[in-house]
């Protein structure tokens, strides 16, 4: 019999130059405290099911064994995106500016019918807040 998805957790991992900054960092905008804080990754529970990790560059630097570049190569660079739809988009956003993100677009309506502001994370990952357009 074929799993599906919908039985196997999902996790999403970004790779980042300091894993003690970034931990620190997403335990204040998810406010909540890692499910897993050991040497070479981080876990925190975003939904049932689904996990944001947190990996020191060099950790997985080790494991491409010079296959690919070196993730420190595109620090700065917009890597990924964690899309984040919040019914509390104003207390999202006062949880990024505490930690020290770096507001990119503030909030603003956008086409696909979400009002969306941009911020990045101390490695330039991007972190949407969104929240259902006021009509």
Same mark, same amino acid.
């Given at each position: 019999m074929k799993e599906?998805?919908?039985?196997?957790?999902?996790?999403?991992?970004?790779? $980042?130059?300091?894993?003690?900054c970034s931990r620190n960092f997403y335990a204040? $905008?998810?406010n @909540?405290?890692?499910l897993l804080d050991v040497?070479?990754?981080?876990?925190?529970?975003? @939904?049932a099911g689904c996990k944001l990790g947190i990996m020191p560059e060099n950790g997985?630097?080790?494991?491409l064994q010079n296959r690919l570049p070196h993730p420190a190569s595109g620090n700065g660079? =917009?890597?990924c995106e964690l899309?984040?739809? @919040?019914?509390?988009? =104003?207390g999202l956003m006062n949880r990024l500016n505490e930690a020290g993100a770096t507001l $990119? @677009? =503030?909030?603003?309506?956008?086409?696909?019918g979400h009002s969306v502001a941009y911020y990045a994370d101390p490695d330039g990952h991007i972190i949407a807040v969104a929240r259902e357009q006021v009509r």
């Open positions: 599906t998805t919908q039985n196997n957790p999902f996790e999403f991992i970004i790779y $980042v130059a300091d894993q003690v204040t $905008v998810l @909540s405290q890692p040497p070479g990754m981080t876990e925190f529970e975003l @939904s997985i630097a080790r494991i660079i =917009p890597r899309y984040m739809l @919040s019914a509390d988009a =104003p $990119v @677009s =503030p909030m603003a309506d956008r086409d696909w």
